[in-house]
């Protein structure tokens, strides 16, 4: 009997990126505390990615961009309180955060055109 070629199926990983129309709104353009309480950016957006299911939120700060697990969010309220201490961040002043919303704001205007 002939041998079957063994097709193996390859894994395509899907990533959206999900924004919010209003800055701030629930999640993006919110300030990030870190668990040191330093205001260490804004919430840029969420990223999800499947197969297997990701959730990452991705924080601006100063001449900073990264990438963090849904599960380092402690709290999300007026502000999004982190677990952990991040050690990569500057951190902001009100100024800061205003400018980063903006810049959050420009860069999702620039979606809906």
Same mark, same amino acid.
């Given at each position: 009997?002939?041998? /079957?070629?063994?097709?193996?199926?390859?894994?395509?990983?899907?990533? %959206?990126?999900?924004?919010?129309?209003?800055?701030?709104?629930?999640?993006?353009?919110?300030?990030?505390?870190?668990?040191?309480?330093?205001?260490?950016?804004?919430?840029?957006?969420?990223?999800?990615?499947?197969?297997?299911?990701?959730? /990452?939120?991705?924080?601006?700060?100063?001449?900073?961009?990264?990438?963090?697990?849904?599960?380092?969010? %402690?709290?999300?309220?007026? *502000? *999004?309180?982190?677990?952990?201490?991040?050690?990569? %961040?500057?951190?902001?002043?009100?100024?800061? *955060?205003?400018?980063? /919303?903006?810049?959050? %704001?420009?860069?999702?205007?620039?979606?809906?055109?």
């Amino acid at each position: 009997m002939p041998k /079957r070629n063994d097709k193996t199926t390859d894994q395509t990983n899907i990533m %959206a990126e999900l924004y919010e129309l209003s800055i701030p709104g629930q999640l993006i353009g919110k300030e990030v505390i870190d668990a040191s309480a330093r205001k260490i950016g804004v919430v840029y957006n969420v990223k999800l990615t499947f197969p297997p299911a990701n959730v /990452r939120v991705v924080i601006k700060g100063l001449d900073v961009e990264f990438q963090l697990s849904i599960d380092s969010i %402690a709290t999300i309220g007026g *502000v *999004v309180q982190l677990k952990e201490t991040i050690k990569q %961040a500057e951190e902001l002043e009100i100024r800061d *955060v205003a400018r980063l /919303r903006e810049e959050i %704001a420009s860069d999702i205007s620039k979606y809906l055109r």
